[in-house]
Nanobody, 115 residues
Framework: QVQLVESGGGLVQPGGSLRLSCAASGVIFSSNEMGWYRQAPGKQRVWVAAITDGGITNYADSVKGRFTISRDNAKNTVYLQMNNPKPEDTAVYYC???????WGWGQGTQVTVSS
């Protein structure tokens, strides 16, 4: 059974920084393309960033140049470095397979960007 556990969220000021982590278990992590997604209050969940098993990255236009996705296959973990966050980045953040989520969503980690 695949388990995804997101962590690292919290309250951050606009212009600050935050790093999210997602630890995976029960899956051959290194052979899967991984993505970060987010869901803001009252909105649908959307894709944010993705990274291939070889480390090639891709970003939604809304976060390009501010967020960085990375992975550590030895630790079965994917990260999302959030620099210069904006209030509109406030959401619950999730990781899952990309481009097609297939394992079931974890509990997510709440990120609130506010001064």
């Amino acid at each position: 059974q695949v388990q995804l556990v997101e962590s690292g969220g919290g309250l951050v000021q606009p212009g600050g920084s935050l790093r999210l982590s997602c630890a995976a278990s029960g899956v051959i992590f290194s052979s899967n393309e991984m993505g970060w997604y987010r869901q803001a209050p009252g909105k649908q969940r959307v894709w944010v960033a993705a990274i291939t098993d070889g480390g090639i990255t891709n970003y939604a236009d809304s976060v390009k140049g501010r967020f960085t996705i990375s992975r550590d296959n030895a630790k079965n973990t994917v990260y999302l470095q959030m620099n210069n966050p904006k209030p509109e980045d406030t959401a619950v953040y999730y990781c899952e397979a990309y481009p097609m989520p297939k394992w079931g969503w974890g509990q997510g980690t709440q990120v609130t960007v506010s001064s």
